[in-house]
């Protein structure tokens, strides 16, 4: 069956799905009506250019349009988003003080390649916090919300399926983004204001997408979120604890080995020179 067709089975895509100007929503008629698909810690107010050049140059480097490594030009990212230097500047400084970024004096700024101490600092950071949040869930999430959460999981599952032969970046990005919307529900439905808070203050869903964008981790087990899913929904607080710790080290030990492919092909400070449509 041709991917497109599959990906609008898996959505039932009749239009609904798009993401908005300012790339913050994305829209899937699956869901309950009054759940939107939201980039983690994406709740800045987007009216100045600023803001602006901050989400999109963020959603860049997620979906992987700025690779891990990639040097960046202000003036040249300025001219592709139709925005002045000064409003490009201050949100690379913003993306660096978030570990996205990183910059050499008399260098430059470029795409921060992540070392296996980041990774693991994240992950452990993310194990915290989603093993309460899971905990949580288990003991507090309606009969509606649990299936809700177990629908999910497949139709994540799927779409990570789709991905193993997709190439279109605004499609793996779109399932990346639903992937972290799956995981924030579950936070959501734990019913802590602060838990939720800190999971995407601190940004480890976003850096988790991060990871697997850089190493291009796509091919996973055919029922990976569904086992986790139908863990939390059915299980006791401690199963589900278990399960989500399980879940996270399961990436860790993915990503760990693919950070060791992008060492050998190294990690200067380089220039990506582009020959399609998107170029620079």
């Not at 991917?3 to 895509?13: D, G």
């Not at 139709?155 to 997709?166: G, K, M, P």
């Not at 919307?181 to 988790?208: G, M, T, W, Y």
């Not at 569904?226 to 939390?232: C, G, I, M, P, V």
């Amino acid at each position: 069956m041709p991917i497109s067709r599959r990906i609008a089975l898996i959505f039932n895509m009749k239009g609904e799905n798009r993401s908005t100007a300012n790339g913050r929503l994305i829209h899937a008629p699956f869901l309950p009506k009054n759940l939107k698909i939201r980039m983690p810690a994406s709740r800045d107010r987007v009216d100045s250019l600023a803001g602006r050049a901050y989400l999109e140059i963020r959603n860049k480097i997620l979906k992987g349009d700025l690779a891990v490594g990639e040097a960046l030009s202000r003036r040249k990212l300025a001219a592709e988003l139709g925005i002045s230097v000064p409003p490009i500047t201050e949100a690379l400084q913003r993306l660096e003080r978030e570990g996205l970024l990183e910059s050499k004096p008399r260098v430059g700024t470029r795409v921060r390649v992540p070392t296996p101490r980041d990774v693991e600092d994240r992950s452990l950071l993310r194990e915290a916090l989603e093993t309460q949040a899971a905990r949580l869930f288990a003991e507090r999430a309606t009969a509606a919300e649990k299936k809700g959460l177990q629908r999910m999981g497949r139709e994540v599952d799927q779409l990570y399926a789709s991905c193993e032969t997709a190439s279109d970046r605004n499609f793996l990005f779109l399932v990346n983004t639903y992937h972290m919307s799956l995981h924030l529900r579950i936070a959501q439905c734990a019913r802590c204001h602060a838990l939720r808070d800190a999971i995407e203050k601190e940004q480890v869903l976003i850096f988790n997408c991060l990871y697997d964008t850089a190493v291009q981790r796509r091919n996973l087990a055919s029922d990976h979120h569904a086992r986790l899913t139908d863990a939390l929904a059915r299980g006791t607080a401690a199963q589900a604890d278990a399960a989500m710790r399980q879940h996270i080290r399961t990436g860790l030990k993915e990503v760990l080995k693919g950070l060791k492919l992008l060492d050998r092909n190294g990690s200067g400070w380089r220039h990506k020179k582009r020959t399609d449509s998107s170029a620079r």
